[in-house]
Nanobody, 127 residues
Framework: QVQLMESGGGSVQAGGSLRLSCAGSGYTNAAKCMGWFRQAPEKGRDWVAAINTGVESTYYTDSVKGRFAVSWADDKKTVYLEMNNLTPEDTAIYYC????????????????????WGEGTQVTVSV
């Protein structure tokens, strides 16, 4: 059974940094995509970033390019999201997710393409 667990959330001031981790278990590392999504209060769940664990290609939504970095540690089955220069608009619950199927190209941005999800970790950025 695939399980994902996020950690590393917290409260920071604007301009600060956080590093989220998502540890996985119950699967072997075929070329799947690991994605990060976030959901702000009273808003939908938005795609933030993803990495194809087979080739370690990375993808970002425009609002986080240059500030966030996603990476993968194969030996730990863990995906990271390094978040820098945070703003209050980054405040949300952050979820990691894994595609159910092997992905040979760019990682998908639609939540429906991800079959496994963590429970989320809260990130709060104050002014």
């Amino acid at each position: 059974q695939v399980q994902l667990m996020e950690s590393g959330g917290g409260s920071v001031q604007a301009g600060g940094s956080l590093r989220l981790s998502c540890a996985g278990s119950g699967y072997t590392n075929a070329a799947k995509c690991m994605g990060w999504f976030r959901q702000a209060p009273e808003k939908g769940r938005d795609w933030v970033a993803a990495i194809n664990t087979g080739v370690e290609s990375t993808y970002y939504t425009d609002s986080v390019k240059g500030r966030f970095a996603v990476s993968w540690a194969d030996d730990k089955k863990t995906v990271y999201l390094e978040m820098n220069n945070l703003t209050p608009e980054d405040t949300a619950i952050y979820y990691c997710a894994r595609t159910r199927w092997t992905i040979y190209g760019a990682c998908p941005r639609e939540s429906a393409e991800y079959g496994y999800w963590g429970e989320g970790t809260q990130v709060t950025v104050s002014v």
